[in-house]
Structure formats: structure tokens, C-alpha cells
């Protein structure tokens, strides 16, 4: 078995390609945070790292790229909706991660009451007001206070996102 390391010290630098290397072996899974816009467009982007925060009050937190121009329209409303995403979504993911372009075109979606917008066939909805914004490194770190949260279909298995590829977490 091959190991590579790297010590990490006050003036050392870890390379971005052993740290990618290294965090791919933690397996997560995968989220699309969406809202609506003032102007009513849906806006969403998708997020490598989405969790729950905490139970009492209850938190959830995503981490969203500094270089995001979805996130702006997003933090404008003061709400998302975190769509869990299933294993048959994919390419919902894949279209959600690429920058430009209409994002909804080829999804389907419906507008929930709490005026986000929720991707069909998700394995959960999460919606949440934005509690706090805070800048990290090359990300911002997003708190969301949730106000409702809702599970699909039992049958469908979340998709997961693991040494850089997706997977299906089938029990």
C-alpha cells in the first residue's frame, strides 16, 4: 500500500492536488441549493459540502465557492431550499455545477410556498432561511435556519459523491 504525505507546518504549503486526492476518500452527499429570485427566475447552484449544523435551534450549512456569480442572487432572497439529491439525478447535478446558462431549462422543478424553487424527484427538501454568511478560505460558509423540510420517495437512493466520481448508496 502507497502513501504520500505531506507535514504541514507554519511555513509549509500543501499541494492542492494530494489535499483533492486525500478529502475525494471522504464520501458526502450531494445537494442542489436553489431559490427564486427577485425578478421570480429560479436560481440554484450545486454544493460539494452540505450538512446539518445543529438540532437545537435547527442549522444547516453549505460551502460555496467565492468565484460563485449564483450565489449572490441566492443570498438576495435571504432563503434556499437544499434538494438532497437521488442516484437517477446526475445530470441534474452536472448541469448545476457548470457556471452560465439556464440551469431549469431541462429540470423539473415547482415553486415551494416559502418561494424557493424545489427540483423534482430529490430525495429530500430542506428549506431554510440564511442565518449567516461567513467567508472562509476560497468559500463562504452559508448557515441556514430551517423552516420546513420534506422527504420523496422512499424508493429513490441518495446519490453520492466520492474519489471524485458519483456513486449510489443502495441499502
Request: hydrophobic share 40%.
Amino acid at each position: 500500500m502507497a502513501t504520500t504525505t505531506s507535514p504541514a507546518g507554519d511555513s509549509e504549503v500543501i499541494s492542492g492536488e494530494l489535499y483533492r486526492d486525500t478529502l475525494s476518500r471522504f464520501c458526502t452527499g450531494v445537494a442542489v441549493i436553489t431559490s427564486m429570485a427577485h425578478d421570480e427566475t429560479p436560481v440554484g447552484l450545486a454544493v460539494g459540502s452540505f450538512t446539518s449544523v445543529s438540532l437545537d435551534p435547527p442549522l444547516v450549512a453549505a460551502f460555496v465557492a467565492h468565484t460563485s456569480t449564483t450565489f449572490p442572487r441566492i443570498a438576495e432572497t435571504g432563503r434556499f431550499c437544499a434538494n438532497v439529491l437521488g442516484h437517477h439525478q446526475q445530470e441534474i447535478c452536472r448541469r448545476f455545477a457548470r457556471s452560465g446558462g439556464d440551469k431549469f431549462a431541462e429540470t423539473n422543478w415547482s415553486a415551494s410556498e416559502f418561494g424557493t424553487a424545489r427540483l423534482d424527484d430529490a430525495v429530500a427538501w430542506i428549506d431554510a432561511e440564511i442565518d449567516s454568511v461567513q467567508r472562509l478560505g476560497d468559500h463562504d460558509l452559508v448557515v441556514g435556519r430551517v423552516v420546513e423540510l420534506r422527504v420523496g420517495d422512499e424508493s429513490h437512493h441518495p446519490l453520492v459523491f466520492y474519489r471524485s466520481g458519483f456513486h449510489s448508496l443502495v441499502h
